[in-house]
C-alpha cells in the first residue's frame, strides 16, 4: 500500500496512522495524542532535500495548555528536548510507512543531537524538517535521515544520523 500520491497530511490522517489505519494492520504507526508531537505533516516527498533523496516537513501550534509544560520544569514551563527527538524518529518512520514499506517502526538510534535554543510558552509554532540520507530495502527496512527544529522559524534543534527501522511480525 503507498501513498506516494498524498504529499500533506492533516492532523485526522495522522490520528487515522495512529489508529493502524493508514498504513494497513502490522506497519507503520504514529503515537497517539499526547506523544503525537505535530499537527499536520505539511510536505512529504521522495525528491527534493538536503541529500535529494527525499524530505518530509511537520507543523505544531504551540500552546500554553500543552501537557509537558505544567510538569517540564514547575514554573519554568519548557518543552523537554527529547520530546523533539522523538517527533523526528516519528517522522522518519511516518516516511518509511509512506513508501509503503511493511513492518513496524522502531526508532533504532541517533548519532549526534545538538540544542540551540528551547521551545517555551513564547513560542508560537514549529516546524520539523526531516531529510533523508539512505534507504535500506533488504530483509528489514531502515532509513538513515538528519532533522531540524524550527521555533517560529528560528533553528533550535538537529539531529544527525537518525535511524528508524521497519520491523515484520
Known amino acids: 500500500m503507498s501513498n506516494f500520491n498524498k504529499s ?16 494497513g494492520p502490522g506497519n507503520a504507526k504514529l503515537p497517539m ?8 505533516i505539511s510536505h512529504i516527498s521522495q525528491e527534493g532535500g538536503i541529500f535529494s533523496k527525499g524530505q518530509i516537513v511537520a507543523e505544531m501550534e504551540i500552546k500554553d495548555d500543552l501537557w509537558f509544560f505544567d510538569c517540564h520544569f514547575q514554573n519554568d514551563p519548557v518543552m523537554p528536548g527529547c520530546l523533539g527527538l522523538d ?7 511516518f516516511y518509511l510507512g509512506w513508501l509503503g514499506r511493511p513492518g ?3 526508532a533504532l538510534g541517533v548519532g549526534e543531537v545538538k540544542f540551540f535554543g528551547m521551545i517555551d510558552t ?12 539512505k534507504l535500506v530495502t533488504r530483509n528489514l527496512t531502515l532509513g538513515v535521515a538528519d532533522g531540524e527544529l524550527y521555533a517560529d522559524s ?3 534543534y538537529s539531529a544527525e544520523g537518525l535511524k528508524v527501522g ?4
Open 154 to 156: 528560528e533553528k533550535v
Open 104 to 106: 513496524k517502526g522502531r
Open 166 to 169: 521497519l520491523f515484520e511480525n
Open 122 to 133: 513564547s513560542i508560537q509554532r514549529i516546524e520539523y524538517k526531516v531529510n533523508i540520507k
Open 33 to 40: 495524542p499526547p506523544m503525537l508531537m505535530f499537527d499536520k
Open 8 to 23: 500533506s497530511f492533516s492532523y485526522n490522517d495522522l490520528i487515522e496512522c495512529a489508529e493502524g489505519k493508514l498504513f
Open 87 to 93: 517527533a523526528l524518529w516519528q517522522l522518519l518512520g
